[in-house]
């Protein structure tokens, strides 16, 4: 009767001491606040100039300036990103049901479910490693988030979580997209 009691204690000891420990050991995943991506984020348009009513891709590179390799995953829309156009006058221009659900501008936590369908949540997710010193490319159709059939300039930025520290906002260059009348 003895030895099952010694085994229960003995197995209580070592539970709470392993936890202790634990506590007590270096988290490696600890960041400090305010840290500085490493990772960096840049586009480039498809094409400079695009006729009114046409689709408007930017390229997206993502370079991975760590030393090891990362893993990055994202969704073929480019939805995981936060796009922000505005045009000459730095007006957002109307956005589209998939952009109203991604691009951040919403002024209220109350959505309007009236301004999307069912398909702006459809998406599907790829994931890529990424080596040291490697860049990876993809395209994102604009006009998928925006309405963009108006002759003007327009300026386009990117915002993404840096694939090593999903807190850190990784924020691209600005580039600028003429549209001309068909």
């Not at 960096?40 to 408007?56: L, N, Q, R």
């Not at 395209?139 to 963009?148: A, C, G, L, S």
């Not at 327009?154 to 580039?175: A, F, H, M, Q, W």
Request: proline fraction near 7%.
């Amino acid at each position: 009767m003895r030895n099952p009691y010694l085994c229960i204690l003995i197995c209580a000891v070592f539970f709470v001491c392993s936890g202790a420990s634990a506590q007590n050991a270096p988290q490696a995943s600890t960041k400090p606040p305010g840290r500085t991506p490493v990772n960096t984020i840049t586009i480039s348009a498809f094409e400079d100039s695009v006729k009114a009513g046409k689709s408007i891709y930017v390229v997206v590179y993502l370079t991975n300036a760590t030393n090891h390799e990362i893993a990055f995953q994202r969704l073929l829309t480019g939805a995981e990103c936060k796009i922000d156009v505005r045009d000459a006058q730095g007006n957002l221009p109307a956005e589209t049901g998939r952009g109203y659900l991604h691009n951040g501008h919403k002024a209220n936590s109350e959505w309007d479910e009236t301004r999307f369908s069912p398909s702006d949540l459809d998406d599907n997710g790829v994931g890529e490693m990424v080596k040291a010193g490697q860049a990876i490319t993809w395209p994102i159709n604009v006009t998928k988030f925006y309405e963009m059939a108006s002759p003007g300039k327009y300026s386009v930025r990117l915002e993404c979580g840096d694939p090593e520290d999903p807190t850190i906002v990784l924020k691209s260059n600005t580039i600028t997209i003429t549209i001309t009348p068909n």
